[in-house]
């Protein structure tokens, strides 16, 4: 495989997404993509202290329902979903207090991925801007004398 084929099959995408709406709820989405490994985890509350996770690793898919403390363990031991940790044990709380203000969302996308650096081939030259010709007419300074 040469170098160019490699470079553009390696990828590395890494999305977190937060949405606490008081009608719908806790929305927790994370999706990371390294080369052809995808782990996707989507959780939802379903209820008072009731959680539906959903993790897709691979096309394996594993539906799982938690209530908060075992949420807040499954987030302590997967480290891609650790934001989603940071906010339920900080800034939940507070947010909730003030229900039917807005809606809150974190959006992160992090997304990289090697190339080639490409050269053209052509050189281009760069032309200078020409400014408008201005006419500069000298106009003469003789006094017209009479006598």
Do not use: C, W
Not at 65 to 84: G, P, Q, R, S
Not at 123 to 128: D, F, N, V
């Amino acid at each position: 495989m040469s170098d160019k084929e490699n470079n553009f099959t390696h990828h590395y995408t890494v999305e977190e997404l937060i949405v606490d709406d008081p009608k719908g709820g806790l929305t927790i989405k994370s999706f990371v993509r390294k080369g052809d490994i995808k782990k996707k985890v989507t959780i939802k509350e379903s209820g008072d202290n009731k959680f539906n996770v959903r993790t897709n690793e691979n096309n394996k898919v594993v539906d799982v329902e938690l209530n908060m403390t075992k949420l807040k363990e499954y987030l302590d031991k997967n480290k891609n979903t650790a934001f989603a940790l940071n906010y339920i044990n900080k800034d939940m709380v507070s947010f909730r207090k003030g229900k039917g203000k807005a809606v809150k969302t974190r959006t992160r996308k992090q997304s990289t991925k090697k190339q080639v650096k490409k050269t053209s081939k052509r050189k281009t030259s760069k032309k200078k801007a020409s400014k408008p010709k201005v006419s500069k007419k000298k106009t003469s300074k003789r006094k017209s004398s009479k006598k």
